[in-house]
């Protein structure tokens, strides 16, 4: 069995860390999403992959979020930074706030049934 090199388990460890930081900060109750970021992105670079919204230096970790219509910015961050913080490792936690999820663009509880494109009888 080959031994994996330093970069490849560098990487490796990498890319565990950015998939579980990711899934701790999606889970917090005031993030709709994670976001990349516009012309400066927020992304850990993996080969073939990147994981938008998080990323990884050797002295923080940046997180960037939509978050939830009515959410206190404040709490956001601290939900973020208490999900983060056992997975950080020491670093500093950044947390980015770069949109707003609108009521009316949240998807729906569950998704549309058989019925949903048959049309109601008009009423005369």
């Not at 109750?29 to 990349?36: D, E, K, M, Y």
């Amino acid at each position: 069995m080959p031994i994996p090199s330093t970069a490849a388990a560098a990487t490796a460890a990498e890319a565990e860390t950015a998939d579980t930081i990711a899934a701790a900060v999606t889970a917090c109750p005031a993030v709709a999403a994670l976001h990349g970021g516009g012309l400066r992105r927020t992304a850990t670079y993996l080969p073939g992959r990147r994981v938008d919204g998080v990323r990884l230096a050797d002295d923080r970790i940046e997180v960037s979020v939509v978050a939830v219509q009515g959410a206190p910015v404040a709490l956001l961050a601290d939900q973020v930074r208490a999900a983060v913080a056992p997975l950080a490792g020491g670093r500093v936690v950044d947390v980015h706030v770069a949109d707003l999820q609108l009521f009316e663009e949240q998807p729906p509880a569950l998704p549309a049934g058989p019925s949903a494109g048959i049309r109601a009888p008009e009423l005369r």
